[in-house]
């Protein structure tokens, strides 16, 4: 086990206090939190939960991995986002950055549907593999370079609904 249910909770806690003080002071007029399927569903469901005050939650799902461990290079758009985020808000909910191309193409899309503004929240983050450069703004646990599972996380579809996080064995 990489990291346990426990640590997995107490890290949802920590991101949804920095988005909460960040969000006080009506500094943002309902924010939407989008969570990327189908990874994200877990953490998001229970970073939702944690945030103060009015939200709305909507969803997008873009792929940039195959069945396998390895990136199949383009990121499409599955599910454009089901929430219209012209003007608003937003707090892109990831489960895993990792070389940092879906969060890209995430703010490219975003951009292009008018969102005022965009935060990015994740509960994994790998340091060693980003390539991106864009900062993440509310990261729950970096971790290694690795492909895990759990917390929403899957390998071939399979793994989603374990409460820890584990590292794949090859
Ligand atoms: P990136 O575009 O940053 O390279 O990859 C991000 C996406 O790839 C994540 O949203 C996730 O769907 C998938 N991914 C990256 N690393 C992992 C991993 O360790 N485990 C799983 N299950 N998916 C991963
Ligand atoms: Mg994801």
Redesign the pocket.
């Known amino acids: 086990m990489l990291i346990s249910g426990g640590q997995v909770q107490q890290a949802i806690q920590r991101v949804a206090q920095r988005v909460n003080a960040d969000c006080r002071g009506g500094k943002f007029q309902r924010p939407v939190a989008l969570i990327?399927l189908?990874?994200?569903l877990v953490f998001g469901g229970e970073l939702f939960r944690q945030l103060e005050g009015d939200w709305e939650v909507g969803f997008v799902k873009?792929?940039?991995?195959a069945a396998d461990?390895q990136?199949t290079g383009d990121?499409q758009v599955d599910v454009p986002p089901t929430v219209d985020v012209a003007g608003r808000d937003v707090i892109v909910v990831?489960?895993?950055?990792?070389?940092?191309?879906?969060?890209?193409?995430l703010l490219t899309l975003l951009d292009k549907v008018g969102a005022r503004s965009v935060r990015i929240a994740?509960l994994?983050f790998?340091p060693g593999?980003?390539k991106?450069g864009i900062p993440i703004d509310y990261v729950g646990l970096p971790?290694c370079d690795?492909?895990?599972?759990g917390y929403g996380?899957?390998?071939d579809q399979a793994?989603r609904n374990l409460s820890a996080i584990y590292v794949?064995d090859e």
């Open positions: 990327t189908n990874g994200a873009v792929s940039s991995y461990m990136s990121v990831e489960d895993v950055v990792d070389s940092g191309k879906t969060v890209k193409s994740t994994l790998k593999a980003y991106a971790i690795e492909f895990v599972v996380l899957d390998y793994g794949l």
